[in-house]
């Protein structure tokens, strides 16, 4: 461009500066486009679950921070207690009740946080979303989970499973059920978990291309996936080193919980331990973080 204008490159560099403050000059005259700054549970929901997940794979614990205050803020300033989530958040108020992704997505961002810090409270978060979305969404006749809650009879509901740019939230849903139920060793998740994709059967064998997040889950039920039990004490060394591991490879079929306690004295007595268990069997337990991992990869 400076050769077409026979001019220098510092000479055009100047120019086309000159040129932005102008435009930037007259343009504040003009009335600027509206800012959306309304607060959604369900896209921060997305966004605490890449968070947590980010924290631990990159190692980087600033990341964890910023998905447990989004997390904080949600359940302090978008929750009611016994009626649920709130989707919006604007100007200091709430607005409109919790739609399915809104339990869906926050309950995948509370597993994430709950694999990058172990702490109990998120899992007794998310029994509670569980059992809300389960009173408000579910089909108890047919299976499946409605989007929205049940107005009145005249208001028509439906059951997306479509997964787009967002995942549906019954996709969602299939995976969250599944994570948790192993991590809780409860069968009832595993039950609903199994309504679903007998609902939305027809649906997947039709269009697989359309349920792809939905398949991810298909793909942990049908497995083998793993539950990873480390037991041991916050800060030990060979714990850390387990934790690492795990965080350091791709296991998209494995998920882990932290059982704390002080270990009996004795040879490797300060060495934590991992159980390894799949399809309700476990393996003998290894205190050997590179073991376990030879474990997982052989299954």
Known sequence: MANEFKISLNDLIMSIGRIQKLLLKYRRKRIPPFKDKKILVDWNGL???????????????????????????????????????????????????????DYMFLIWGFLEIYEACFKN???????????????????????????????????????????????????????????????TENSEYENIASQILQYFARDIKTSPISQTFLLCALDFLVGPSFCVTLEGKIGEDNLNRMIDVLNSNYLPNVISKLKIHDLAKGKDAEKAIAHICTNKSCKPPTNDAYVMLKILDTL
């Open 121 to 183: 409270k998120y899992l007794d978060r998310i029994e509670e979303l569980f059992s809300a979305s389960k009173i408000k969404f579910w089909d108890r006749k047919n299976g499946g989970f409605y989007f929205s809650e049940k107005i009145d009879d005249e208001v028509p509901r439906f059951k997306n499973i479509y997964d787009g740019a967002i995942p549906s939230g019954n996709s969602v849903a299939l995976m969250n059920l599944l994570r948790f139920g192993m991590l």
């Open 47 to 101: 966004m605490i679950a890449a968070f947590a997940k980010a924290s631990r794979i990159l190692n980087v614990p600033e990341y964890l921070e910023v998905a447990i205050k989004a997390g904080e803020f949600i359940w302090e300033k978008m929750r009611e207690k016994n009626r649920g989530l709130y989707h919006s958040f604007s100007d200091n108020e709430i607005g409109v009740k919790g739609f399915l992704d």
